[in-house]
């Protein structure tokens, strides 16, 4: 099941790229204006994901389940642990794509580096994260494929051949 999830996402991405979904702003895809029932703050199901989508099409903040830190695109993110350490969160670009006409929300969330301190144990690594799947006619669910690839260091070892994929449940939230 896990690679036919990463083959549609990986032609899905392709397609919208060729579609022209994709416009080149120093390597960075120039975002566009979300309708009113798209942006907003979107929470997964079970899960702590929080995604928070503005109005011009970027994302604003989002609450990710490592550490369930609350972090913002390209700032670091510093959170006192319980032993006094501090625990460092570097995110990088967080890209929005949305086709009106399949209704279809594609969110990428970067995280540059990972460094978790807590007592004896350290965490050092990377993670991405993509959200893609239909918005429902109402505005109110938007049921996602997550895909997440990572690297949290040897002690936690993910073959780069093998992504994590899973089925989220998004709700439209008032914050």
Same mark, same amino acid.
């Given at each position: 099941m896990k690679p036919k999830v990463a083959i549609v996402f990986s032609l899905s991405w392709l397609l919208c790229y060729a579609a022209g979904c994709h416009e080149p702003s120093r390597g960075r895809p120039i975002a566009k204006p979300l @309708?009113?029932?798209?942006?907003?703050v979107w929470k997964a199901q079970? #899960? @702590?994901?929080?995604?928070?989508?503005?109005?011009?099409?970027?994302? #604003? #903040?989002?609450?990710v389940p490592m550490g369930e830190v609350q972090i913002k695109p390209n700032q670091t993110t510093k959170v006192e642990m319980k032993d006094g350490a501090y625990s460092v969160f570097k995110a990088g670009d967080c890209v929005v794509q949305y086709t009106p006409a399949t209704r279809e929300l594609f969110v990428s969330i970067e995280i540059k580096k990972i460094h978790i301190a807590f007592a004896d144990n350290v965490i050092d690594g990377t993670s991405t994260d993509r959200f893609v799947g239909p918005v429902s006619e109402d505005g109110k669910v938007w049921s996602a494929e997550w895909i997440t690839v990572f690297d949290y260091g040897p002690r936690f070892p993910q073959d780069p051949n093998d992504a994590f994929a899973e089925t989220l449940i998004f709700e439209k939230v008032k914050d």
């Open positions: @309708p009113a029932d798209i942006a907003g079970g #899960s @702590p994901w929080k995604i928070v989508l503005s109005a011009d099409g970027t994302v #604003s #903040s989002a609450i």
